[in-house]
Every structure is written in structure tokens, then in C-alpha cells.
């Protein structure tokens, strides 16, 4: 097993290296002059001059690359151009929040999608199975912002169960989890719409193999062959396509936090964006680049031990 | 007769690396000098099991595989130099015929695209030429010309066959290279493509290289034969006499093995002993010494030298 | 093999009675013709003019003359609604055909050649694809400026990676069948065995994704404009009335009600129609 996570570790690096050649070509090269993009159309010369040595924009393009790669590896995500602040400490200020609401939605994902998939497979075709198709399909065609406003008319103003604004108090428990709920929901039905689909045609899929009629005629119970032989070899799929749509999560929890108004990564970027803040939009996309190859290397691990045969490939 | 293809020290290896972190390359030798040549006319055989490199030969002799090594001369031209139009013209004269007659057509096009393609392609008729000439060249394999606006999955694994050597015979090629041409077909239908094809060969004069593993039918169809182990050819002879009586073990094991008509004229048969030896790493010193029944010491010290005999010859120390 | 062979071709029949035997995706088709429709008659359809104010009446309920109400600035929220499905269909369609053409050449391409070069695109387009596609898309709009021509770029550069790995795996198959060989056999050029010979074999795969892509596409269009990234106002949009109608929403919450109907039924549709397709189309489902 450790030789396994090496392996897998070594092979994320040139992953990493890769990403971040992306980010700088995207941050970098695609918009031609950022220091034109930071200050505008109507900037002097002189103030663009005096920005592009500040940024080092005025050296050698392959010197901005290696040093850009040289300072994301190390953990130097640079500071905001507009705070002045650095970047990580920026981050680490709202991430908990971010955290809270995409685990929570990846929670929710889960146990819904997952028993709503296997129950609609083993009831292939019948009412239940229907259902759960239309609602799954329903459910991943909601844009998150649309659901979210959705769900804040009903639920903040016309019901007023939950708050409208959802800038929690970390410390106090009840009110983080008061405020969690309407954009964990609103982010979590998206995920289990995916969710379910996997699994439903994962199980379908299994559930036809020759090892599962094996078992059928042997006299291993019906229950058992769905939990032991079917779910199991089911799960695999699911996992891989639940890393997959990180990515998904990733960027309907900017969205989300937009909508309730919470303070996360999302709120972070969006704010970059309008103050034309570059600094701080290269760190995050080089934050964000972490957090995916972090996330594909757990998928892959997960794999491993869900199948073992993974772990000697 | 004068010779039509020419094929001297031919060589195709594969390479496969697997493995992480430390890749492992091994080499494939799947043709290791391989030499023949082809008569005007004449139907040449490739015999051997399934790995022996007799497909590669045909695919490199075509350049549809790129050799690594060795020399194919086709009418005194030399093919593996050939680039572009030069290329394009030979292959032109030489055209293949492929074992499988279901993946051999292009399941989006009727027949009549697929037999006017290569002639507008060449540029030799086009429209309602090409059109007729392709009606005409059905009826030769013998289809009706009502194929023409079908597609392939509306016609039976023989009928396709039929289209596929339409196909090749577009191009007016003097040389036909055939793959396996009948062992994907049912046994009944297998005779009727063999007549066709033999047919063929005595009306247009053409030349074949028939690569099969079924001895039954390249002693029916061929007048000479290449009998092909692990890369190299282990014996080359007339069909009548290779078969009749082998010079190489090798040759007289695959003889034996194969089925004969009459089971009381098959005498005891010897035993193949081992199995068949990888070509990523064949034996050293003669490939078959470890299943041979005569195996002696130079055998396994160096690969045998070719001996001739009169038109045959065998790499083999027993000749 | 020989099963793969049978049913390239006849199964067009198949497929499409089996296509039209799933309710699910005659409602889609009959709901993206409608919003195609409307968007398309929007000059007739609209009662009023989209982007003229009417200051008097302001955040209006709806009523006779505004079936949908007005907005902040007194817009006739049904005139924008139709004009704003032309954003969305414009944006998306020709995103998501520019990514088919770029990224299936470029998978096409790369499946054909094979060997290393095979491996280092599909590499560079794996990179592409574990990008969260609405930052990648965000950023790139942000770093070009928000207008028409760079939201299509954004949302196609997001699209090009799927494209090409989709077009990539059947060519991988097809090149190894023997009519790609006899095609070099009787010396095509590469060029038209992969244009003439392997295309028309990939291709409905290929279209299939693109309804559901162009599901995806019409989302991240109406997310950017939600965000503000999006063709900028009075033009109006689906995303950016959403916005509008989200900052007012405790005076008018009505608003952004049927801006975000009409985008999740046109997303909604796509995908109907998307995976209706895929099940008529695959093959692993006729199997069953």
C-alpha cells in the first residue's frame, strides 16, 4: 500500500507542474499586458511602466515562468495587489467556510445519491425508477444560482426558517449550522443528481456480470448479492466520478456562496475580479490547482482501497 | 517467368516498454530476416501458426506496416523508397485482401462508393464510368450489380469477401496479397471464394501471397510455399514436394498435424512437445531446438545456415 | 467483432424508434424547438421593446400589460426573457460547435497518430479538463473583457478537452479495422481516411455529447452573466436578469422567478434530449 501511494504521489507531481504551466499561460500570456488589464484603458505609460517592474512583468517571459513555478511549489501564492496582505492568509481567513459548505454538499450528495441510485436500479423501469430519473435529471439542470434564489424565496422570505445572509459566527455551532443549511442543500442536490445516476447505472452495470448470476445460483440470498458482490464492485465507478465532479462543486460553490452571500473562496474571486486584483486571481487559480491534483490523488487512493486489485497495477 | 516481387532480409520488430518507475522494454521479434520471391502469375504460400509474423510480412511487403530492415522490390522498383506518388502508383499494383470480412468495409458506405473511391482516387474513370466499371467488376466476383447501392451489413460473410477482392481488383493490381482470406468463413463458402480467387488468377495472370495457418488450403491453392516459425522462413520449396516430404521437423510437425481426409492413410503421429516459444525471446541458437525431436548440439549453439536442395531448401543441420 | 459490424448501420432505424419510444425526449425536443422558436420570433413575440425604461412603471407585478411584470427600470420582463434566449442560444451553440470542430480535430488527429504525441496531447488535454470549468471560464472572460465574441472563447476553451478525448477513443478502435488499412492499401491519403472514412463512423457519438455539452454551455453562459461576467446590459440576458432580479428580490420577488424558469427549462430540455440520444445510441444499453 505505501508503494502504492508513492507511486501515485510521483505521478501528481508532473500533474502539478503541468496545471501551473496552464494557470500561467491563461494568467499570463492570453490577456497580453496584465498591467493594462489592471489599470485600464486610460492608465499613463508611466504608471504602466512603474506596475509591470512592480509585478516583474518587464523580464524575460521564461524568467516569469520558472519563478512563478518556483514560488507555487514552495507555497509562496504571492500577496494581493489590493490588501497588500498575503494571499494564503487571505485564504486561510475563509476557508473554513468554503470547507463547511462543499463538505456538507458532498455529505449530501452522498447519502442521498447513493441509496436513491441503488433502490431505483433494483427497481429498474418501475415507478420508483422513474422517479428518480426525472428528479436526478431535474436536479443536475438547475443552475445552482437559480436553485439557490429558488430556495432562499421560499425558505428565507416567505417561510423565514433560515436567514437571508449566511456570514456565519465560526465559533458559534448552532449558528454555523443554521446558516449551512439552504446553500448546503442548494449545492448538495446537485451532487446528488450526479450522485444517483452513477450509482444507478454503476449497479445496473454490475448487476448483470456473471459473478452476480454465480451467485444467484448458488443460494447466496438476494440481499446479500446486492450488498456484498453488487454494491462493492458499484462503489468503484461512483468514486471515480464523485472526483470527477469536484471540479462541478468547485465552481457552483462560488456561485452559492454569491447567492447567500457567505464569505468563501468564491466571494474571494469574485471580489479579485471586480477590483482587477491579478495578484490575487493567480494565487487562487494556483490555490485552486493544489486542491485538484490534492483531490485526485485521494480519488485514486480511495481506489485503492475499494479494489485491490488497484494497488498492485 | 519473371519475378514480381522481390523480398530480401526483411525485418520488422515491435517494441513494447511497460512498467513504472522502471520501464522494461522488450522486443518483439516478429519478422527477423525474412527473403522470397514472388513469379509473375504465381500464387506463393505463407504457412505457420498464429504469431509466426507471416501477416507482418504481408503488411510490410505493402508498407502498410514500415519495415525496419531489408530490401522489396516490386517489377525491379524499390518499394521502401518509394515516397508519395511513386508510393501511391506501386501500391496501386499490389493490393491485399484482409481476413475479416466484416471490420474490411467501411459499414457507412454503400458498395458503390467503396469499389468508384479507389478509381477516382487514381483518377482511372470516374462517374458513370466508374459506376459501370464497378458493376463490372461485380459480376466478375460474381454479385449482381444491384449491390451497388447497399451497404456492407446487408450482405453475409462470403458475399463481403467477394466485395472486398472487387474492391482490390479496381485498381487493376498484378499482385493480390492475401490474409487469411477464407478462415473467417464457413466451410461451404470458403471453397467458393478459393475458385473465385484461383479463377481470378488464371484470368488476369495475377500473382498472390497467400498468408494462411490452413495447410489444406494453401497445398489447393498455391504453387509454392514459405514455411515461416517464430520470425523466419524454416523451409521454402514447391507445394507438392514440401508437403510430400519436409525438410525441416518443423515443417513435417505442422504437416502432420494438420487434418488429412482419409484418417486411415495418417500414420502415428509424433508428439509437438512444449509450447510455442515467445518471439520476444525466442530460443538461441535454432528457434524450434527445444520442441525439435532431432535436437542436436549445434542447434542450440547457433541458428542453422539455409541449405538448398535443387529449388527447396530448409534452415536446418538435418539437410 | 462481427456484432459491432451488424449494427453500424441498421441501427439507425433502431435507434431512432427507440429514440422516439422515451417520452422523456420527444418533451425535450418539443421544448428546445419551442425556445429556439421564441428566441428566434422574439421581434414578433415581444410586446414590448426589451431595453426601453419606463421609469413610471417600476418593479411592477404582472398584469395585462406586462404578462411578467417590469423590472427596476420598468422593462417588460417577457419582452427580455425572449430576446435573452438569443444570448443564451447564440453563445452556447456557437461555443459548443467551435469546441466539436477544434476538439474533435485535435482528438481525431491525436487518436490517429497515436504513439507519443498521442500521449503528450491527451496529457495537455487532461490538464484542461481538471479546471473547475466556471473558474477557467470566469478568468478567461475577466482577463479578455466581458463581450460576446470572448464569452463564446471562454465557454469553448472549456469544452474542447471533453471534444477531443470524445472523439479520440472510437477513432482509436476504427483505425485498427481492416477498411482503414485497405483505404492505405489503395492509397488514400491520410487526410481522407480520417475525414472521409473515420468521421462519418464517430460522428454520432460526437453529436450526442454536443446536446448535452450544449446543456452545460447555457448554464456557464447564464452563470457568467449572473456573476456580471456576462454580454453586458441593457443587452438582455437570462444570467444577468437573474442578477438583476436577485438584487431586488425583497422588493419584487417575483423577478427572478422566470428569468431561472427559463434557464433551467432550456438546460432542462438539452439534457432530456442529450440522454435520450445516448441511450438510443449506445451500444452497451442495445446489448441489454
Redesign the interface.
Known amino acids: 500500500m505505501i508503494g502504492f501511494v508513492v507511486r501515485r504521489l510521483m505521478a501528481a507531481a508532473p500533474t502539478l507542474i503541468a496545471v501551473l504551466t496552464l494557470v500561467f499561460v491563461i494568467v499570463r500570456i492570453v490577456p497580453g499586458d496584465p498591467a493594462l488589464v489592471i489599470l485600464g484603458d486610460q492608465a499613463t505609460p508611466e504608471a504602466i511602466a512603474a506596475l509591470r517592474a512592480r509585478l516583474g512583468l518587464d523580464r524575460p517571459l521564461h524568467e516569469q515562468y520558472f519563478e512563478f513555478l518556483f514560488a507555487s511549489l514552495t507555497g509562496d501564492f504571492g500577496t494581493s495587489l489590493v490588501t497588500g496582505r498575503p494571499i494564503v492568509s487571505e485564504v486561510a481567513a475563509v476557508l473554513p467556510h468554503t470547507l463547511d459548505l462543499t463538505g456538507a454538499a458532498m455529505v449530501i450528495g452522498t447519502v442521498v445519491g447513493v441509496p436513491v441510485g441503488i433502490w431505483a436500479a433494483l427497481h429498474r423501469n418501475r415507478a420508483i425508477d422513474v422517479a428518480a430519473r426525472i428528479l436526478s435529471l431535474l436536479g443536475l439542470s438547475f443552475p445552482v444560482f437559480v436553485s439557490g434564489i429558488f430556495l432562499l424565496l421560499l425558505f428565507a422570505l416567505h417561510w423565514k426558517i433560515f436567514p437571508v445572509i449566511g456570514n456565519a459566527n465560526l465559533a458559534d455551532p448552532v449558528d454555523r449550522l443554521h446558516k449551512l443549511v439552504l446553500p448546503a442543500i442548494t449545492l448538495g442536490l446537485v451532487m446528488a443528481a450526479y450522485i444517483t445516476r452513477v450509482t444507478r447505472s454503476a449497479m445496473l452495470h454490475v448487476l448483470s456480470e456473471d459473478f452476480i448470476r454465480t451467485a444467484r445460483a448458488k443460494g447466496v440470498p438476494w440481499r446479500a448479492v446486492v450488498w456484498k458482490h453488487g454494491l462493492r464492485n458499484a462503489l468503484i465507478p461512483v468514486v471515480t466520478v464523485v472526483g470527477l465532479y469536484v471540479g462541478i462543486l468547485i465552481g457552483n460553490s462560488v456561485l452559492t456562496e454569491i447567492v447567500f452571500n457567505r464569505p468563501g473562496l468564491g466571494k474571494i474571486i469574485v471580489g479579485a475580479l471586480n477590483q482587477r486584483d491579478y495578484s490575487m486571481l493567480q494565487g487562487l487559480m494556483v490555490i485552486y490547482c493544489f486542491l485538484i491534483v490534492v483531490v485526485n490523488l485521494i480519488t485514486d487512493l480511495t481506489y485503492g482501497l475499494i479494489d485491490p486489485r488497484v494497488k498492485h497495477a | 517467368m519473371t519475378t514480381l516481387l522481390d523480398v530480401a532480409g526483411l525485418v520488422k520488430h515491435f517494441t513494447v516498454t511497460k512498467g513504472?518507475?522502471r520501464p522494461v522494454t522488450t522486443t518483439v521479434r516478429a519478422v527477423d530476416g525474412v527473403s522470397f520471391s514472388v513469379r509473375r502469375g504465381e500464387a506463393y504460400g505463407l504457412v505457420g501458426e498464429s504469431g509466426c509474423g507471416k501477416s507482418t510480412v504481408a503488411?510490410a511487403v505493402?508498407r502498410?506496416i514500415e519495415p525496419d530492415d531489408g530490401t522489396v522490390r516490386f517489377d525491379g522498383a524499390d518499394v521502401r523508397a518509394a515516397r508519395g506518388e511513386t508510393?501511391?502508383?506501386l501500391?496501386?499494383r499490389m493490393?491485399?485482401i484482409?481476413?475479416?470480412p466484416?471490420?474490411?468495409?467501411?459499414?457507412?458506405?454503400t458498395i458503390g462508393q467503396a469499389l468508384t473511391?479507389?478509381m477516382r482516387?487514381?483518377g482511372l474513370a470516374s462517374g458513370r464510368a466508374a459506376r459501370d466499371r464497378a458493376a463490372a467488376l461485380l459480376d466478375e466476383v460474381g454479385m449482381p450489380p444491384s449491390a451497388l447501392d447497399r451497404?456492407?451489413?446487408e450482405f453475409s460473410g462470403g458475399q463481403r469477401q467477394r466485395i472486398?477482392i472487387a474492391?482490390?481488383l479496381?485498381?487493376e493490381p498484378e499482385l493480390l496479397i492475401a490474409d487469411e482470406p477464407v478462415s473467417a468463413l464457413d466451410v461451404s463458402v470458403q471453397a467458393q471464394v478459393l475458385l473465385l480467387l484461383r479463377d481470378l488468377q488464371k484470368r488476369r495472370n495475377l500473382a498472390f501471397v497467400f498468408v494462411s495457418h490452413d495447410l489444406g488450403v494453401v497445398r489447393w491453392f498455391c504453387d509454392r510455399v514459405a514455411v515461416m516459425y517464430l520470425g523466419r522462413i524454416v523451409e521454402e520449396g514447391s507445394v507438392g514436394e514440401v508437403f510430400a516430404e519436409p525438410l525441416h521437423p518443423y515443417a513435417r510437425v505442422l504437416r502432420d498435424a494438420s487434418p488429412v481426409p482419409d484418417p486411415s492413410g495418417r500414420g502415428a503421429l509424433p508428439r509437438i512437445v512444449g509450447e510455442i516459444p515467445s518471439a520476444a525471446n525466442p530460443p538461441a541458437g535454432c528457434h524450434f531446438h527445444p520442441r525439435c525431436p532431432h535436437v542436436r548440439d549445434a542447434c542450440r549453439a547457433a541458428y542453422p545456415g539455409w541449405r538448398r536442395r535443387g529449388e527447396r531448401g530448409a534452415a536446418c543441420v538435418l539437410v | 467483432m462481427s456484432t459491432a459490424a451488424v449494427v453500424a448501420v441498421s441501427p439507425v432505424r433502431r435507434a431512432v424508434a427507440r429514440f422516439l419510444a422515451n417520452p422523456t425526449t420527444g418533451i425535450g425536443i418539443i421544448l428546445c424547438i419551442l425556445v429556439a422558436l421564441s428566441a428566434i420570433l422574439a421581434p414578433i413575440l415581444s410586446p414590448h421593446d426589451p431595453i426601453e425604461q419606463d421609469v413610471i412603471a417600476q418593479l411592477s407585478p404582472p398584469s395585462a400589460t406586462h404578462p411578467l411584470g417590469t423590472d427596476y427600470f420598468g422593462r417588460d420582463v417577457l419582452s427580455r426573457i425572449l430576446w435573452g434566449g438569443r444570448i443564451s442560444l447564440i453563445v452556447s451553440l456557437t461555443a459548443i460547435a467551435a469546441a466539436i470542430v477544434i476538439g474533435g480535430a485535435i482528438g481525431m488527429v491525436s487518436g490517429y497518430i497515436g504513439g507519443r504525441f498521442d500521449n503528450f496531447v491527451m496529457r495537455v488535454m487532461d490538464v484542461l479538463l481538471s479546471f473547475p470549468s466556471l473558474i477557467l471560464g470566469l478568468i478567461v472572460v475577466a482577463l479578455l473583457g466581458p463581450d460576446l465574441v470572448n464569452l463564446v472563447v471562454a465557454i469553448g476553451l472549456t469544452a474542447i478537452a471533453p471534444f477531443a478525448r470524445i472523439a479520440r477513443a472510437p477513432v482509436l478502435a476504427l483505425k485498427e479495422r481492416a477498411f482503414v488499412e485497405a483505404g492505405r492499401a489503395l492509397g488514400y491519403s491520410h487526410a481522407r481516411i480520417l475525414f472521409v472514412h473515420i468521421l462519418p463512423n464517430i460522428l454520432s457519438e460526437v453529436l450526442v455529447m454536443g446536446s448535452l455539452w450544449m446543456a452545460t454551455a447555457v448554464r456557464t453562459e447564464a452563470s457568467l452573466s449572473f456573476i456580471g461576467l456576462g454580454v453586458k446590459p441593457p443587452t438582455p440576458t437570462w444570467g444577468g436578469m437573474m442578477r438583476d432580479g436577485f438584487e431586488n428580490i425583497l422588493d419584487a420577488p417575483w423577478l427572478p422567478i422566470f428569468p431561472g424558469v427559463a434557464i433551467l427549462l432550456l438546460v432542462l430540455a438539452l439534457n432530456m434530449v442529450g440522454d435520450g440520444l445516448r441511450d438510443a445510441t449506445d451500444p452497451k444499453l442495445r446489448a441489454e
Open positions: 513504472f518507475p503488411r505493402l502498410l508510393l501511391a502508383r501500391r496501386r493490393q491485399i484482409f481476413q475479416d466484416y471490420s474490411s468495409l467501411n459499414p457507412r458506405r473511391e479507389p482516387v487514381h451497404y456492407p451489413h472486398g474492391r482490390a479496381t485498381v
